[in-house]
């Protein structure tokens, strides 16, 4: 019996031994990151059958438990990687957002600035300072596309950056989890009672929850204590102790962009990109696709539209020295680039035709061996184009043309329409007596006329007519009776007994008037070329007009409205951005704050359990001391 309460006293001390380091050890991990509280795990021995019934041998541990929910884990985890995604994207928006939102750094003040100059160059024709202000305002236009696009393109240079940093951190936290595995799995295997090892399980969820924050990840727990962690569409990142990897690739459709691979020994796979949908990287690459690239697509539209529709009406006009305008801006070409995979030998071209048709996506030109196809991917909307490119079409205000070569099945070419343009755009002169600010051409009433006809100034056509058209003199005499009128002197043509419609248009040679009024048989109006129109404002007026009239989007907004929807659709983006992204991070404190009221570590709770097995402690020696008294007693009674 002595015995018995020896042997009993001692696992009492040893259970309450145990309770007390597991409960400074949860102490000591309190703040530490992924770690889960622990308890002692004790079971009563079997009791030893006495005449009077069955006597308590005393406690054994049977193992500690590591304080854990599947559940809530899981639940944190798909919390915070939609967390990071959020967070990731709105810091990256911002950017955008203080770039183009700037009052005084924008692109409008520049183009403000540079229309008020072309009002001053119409109200003061002749003068050169005046035309020499409008060329530094032009420049200053050019500079502000110029240094905006290029701080996207540091932007993305940045990004580019910062993915492979990802990748790489990516590939650390899988060779990690992979070490764990084995570590677990051995340390699984040597217990003799199947305990778990739950600081490593502990160290191995931490990587996971990490690795997590960076990809969206999902994880399966196997019988040997390892666990399976994949990504994207279900490819396995880690499998037992075995990590595969992540790679930067070039992008097989637009070679200035990476793309992520999947690696396999040395077999490398192009993962789909929008399975990476959370997590920084995923946030990265929707920040790319989804934003950056559209915002400098929108920029550079802004600024093709600019340079286009100022270099088309000053082609229509005159200089200061009588010599036809020309090019106030360099427009760029669209961006062009090849497939990777491409077999073929063709090369092509593409050129803008319609600015207003524009829009603010890229497209990609396919053949699958019999037919072409545009599509456009902001929305993948598909143009059939036919079994060849003859003629070349247009598609959304740009013309594709089969320069050389030929397309092999699979073959494809990114076409980036407006990428470029705010790059590439610049002033194409700096002589102010180049300024087309007069119509080449005058319209004059004859001072015998006897009716109340009036001729407008005129117009002239687009696109830029021949010059030698507009030089020739031209006659319009109205017969008897004054409903019909005829066209003398050097042109194409001189029709006869033309009907006359009071207002309609009039078009000859390339240009365009109007006769209003009731002109008399036998009146004359002449279109000659406007020799000495060093005072003529017409044609800048007409380009000053350019500010307000709607030649984007379809013909629904003007340039300064379509920078102002670029400005609007970032601002939106980033508003989003920040509100889902604070909603997003209040709901990871209160799953964290659930998971940690389960798995935390209280230190008033510990505190208790240490003075319960301190004192636990004291009562087993006290037994123990009990015991070593009774045996002295019996030996006492021996002597």
């Given at each position: 019996m002595g015995s018995n309460l020896f042997t009993s006293a001692l696992s009492g001390m040893n259970a309450a031994q145990a309770g007390l380091a597991t409960a400074q050890h949860n102490i000591a991990n309190a703040s530490t990151p992924g770690f889960s509280r622990q308890e002692v795990l004790v079971g009563a021995r079997a009791g030893q059958q006495a005449g009077a019934g069955f006597i308590g041998q005393g406690v054994d541990v049977t193992g500690v438990r590591r304080i854990y929910d599947q559940f809530l884990n899981t639940q944190?985890?798909?919390?915070?990687?939609?967390?990071?995604?959020?967070?990731?994207y709105y810091t990256a928006m911002k950017q955008i957002d203080n770039l183009v939102a700037d009052p005084t750094a924008g692109a409008s003040p520049a183009m403000q600035e540079f229309f008020s100059a072309m009002n001053g160059v119409a109200n003061n024709p002749e003068s050169v300072p005046a035309r020499q202000t409008l060329l530094g305002s032009a420049q200053f236009v050019v500079n502000r596309?110029?240094?905006?696009?290029?701080?996207?393109?540091?932007?993305?240079?940045?990004?580019?950056?910062?993915?492979?940093?990802?990748?790489?951190?990516?590939?650390?936290?899988?060779?990690?989890?992979?070490?764990?595995?084995?570590?677990?799995?051995?340390?699984?295997?040597?217990?003799?009672?199947?305990?778990?090892?739950?600081?490593?399980?502990?160290?191995?969820?931490?990587?996971?929850?990490?690795?997590?924050?960076e990809i969206n990840v999902s994880v399966q727990t196997q019988p040997d204590g390892t666990s399976?962690?994949?990504?994207?569409?279900?490819?396995?990142?880690?499998?037992?102790?075995?990590?595969?990897?992540?790679?930067?690739?070039?992008?097989?459709?637009?070679?200035?962009?990476?793309?992520?691979?999947?690696?396999?020994?040395?077999?490398?796979?192009?993962?789909?990109?929008?399975?990476?949908?959370?997590?920084?990287?995923?946030?990265?690459?929707?920040?790319?696709?989804?934003?950056?690239?559209?915002?400098?697509?929108?920029?550079?539209?802004?600024?093709?539209?600019?340079?286009?529709?100022?270099?088309?009406?000053?082609?229509?006009?005159?200089?200061?020295?009588?010599?036809?305008?020309?090019?106030?801006?360099?427009?760029?070409?669209?961006?062009?680039?090849?497939g990777v995979n491409n077999t073929g030998t063709a090369t092509i071209s593409a050129v803008v035709t319609d600015v207003s048709a524009l829009t603010t996506s890229d497209y990609q030109l396919r053949f699958d061996g019999s037919n072409y196809s545009m599509v456009r991917l902001?929305?993948?909307?598909?143009?059939?184009?036919?079994?060849?490119l003859t003629p070349s079409p247009t598609v959304?205000?740009?013309?594709?043309?089969?320069?050389?070569g030929v397309m092999s099945a699979g073959d494809s070419f990114l076409i980036r329409p407006?990428?470029?343009?705010?790059?590439?755009?610049?002033?194409?002169?700096?002589?102010?007596?180049?300024?087309?600010?007069?119509?080449?051409?005058?319209?004059?009433?004859?001072?015998?006329?006897?009716?109340?006809?009036?001729?407008?100034?005129?117009?002239?056509?687009?696109?830029?007519?021949?010059?030698?058209?507009?030089?020739?003199?031209?006659?319009?005499?109205?017969?008897?009776?004054?409903?019909?009128?005829?066209?003398?002197?050097?042109?194409?043509?001189?029709?006869?007994?033309?009907?006359?419609?009071?207002?309609?248009n009039i078009s000859y040679n390339g240009w365009t008037v109007q006769i209003s009024g009731a002109p008399q048989a036998g009146d004359v109006f002449d279109v000659t070329a406007n020799t000495n129109a060093t005072g003529d404002n017409r044609n800048a007026l007409l380009m000053a007009g350019l500010q307000i009239k709607n030649l984007m989007a379809n013909g629904t907004t003007s340039l300064q409205g379509a920078y102002g929807q670029l400005v609007g659709e970032v601002g939106a983006k980033t508003h989003e951005l920040n509100v889902t992204s604070q909603a997003q991070n209040n709901m990871v404190d209160q799953t964290v704050v659930s998971q940690q009221a389960v798995s935390g570590v209280n230190l008033d709770e510990e505190a208790a359990n240490l003075l319960r097995y301190q004192r636990a402690y004291q009562a087993a020696a006290k037994a123990m001391q009990i015991a070593n008294t009774m045996f002295d007693a019996l030996l006492s009674l021996g002597r």
């Open positions: 944190v985890m798909q919390e915070q990687t939609q967390a990071s995604y959020l967070s990731t596309f110029q240094a905006i696009d290029q701080r996207l393109t540091d932007i993305a240079n940045g990004l580019t950056s910062q993915i492979t940093s990802t990748v790489n951190a990516i590939n650390t936290y899988a060779q990690q989890i992979a070490t764990l595995n084995g570590n677990i799995k051995r340390a699984t295997a040597s217990s003799q009672t199947g305990q778990l090892p739950n600081d490593l399980l502990d160290q191995r969820d931490q990587l996971i929850n990490q690795l997590n924050k399976s962690v994949f990504i994207g569409n279900g490819q396995a990142l880690v499998i037992d102790e075995r990590a595969m990897s992540l790679r930067p690739v070039q992008s097989t459709s637009d070679p200035s962009k990476v793309d992520i691979a999947y690696q396999v020994g040395t077999n490398i796979i192009p993962l789909q990109q929008s399975s990476l949908q959370a997590g920084n990287l995923g946030a990265y690459l929707a920040f790319r696709d989804q934003s950056l690239e559209p915002a400098r697509n929108s920029l550079g539209r802004v600024a093709l539209g600019l340079a286009i529709s100022v270099n088309q009406q000053s082609m229509l006009g005159q200089d200061l020295n009588g010599f036809p305008g020309g090019n106030l801006f360099n427009a760029a070409a669209p961006r062009i680039s090849k902001s929305d993948n909307t598909v143009t059939n184009l036919g079994a060849t959304d205000g740009f013309t594709v043309t089969l320069a050389s407006t990428a470029n343009a705010a790059r590439d755009i610049a002033l194409s002169i700096n002589d102010p007596t180049k300024i087309a600010a007069a119509v080449p051409i005058r319209a004059d009433a004859a001072l015998t006329n006897t009716g109340t006809g009036q001729i407008s100034s005129g117009t002239v056509n687009a696109p830029p007519p021949i010059d030698v058209n507009l030089q020739q003199a031209v006659r319009i005499v109205f017969n008897n009776p004054p409903t019909t009128f005829s066209v003398t002197g050097n042109g194409t043509g001189n029709p006869v007994n033309v009907a006359y419609m009071v207002g309609s």
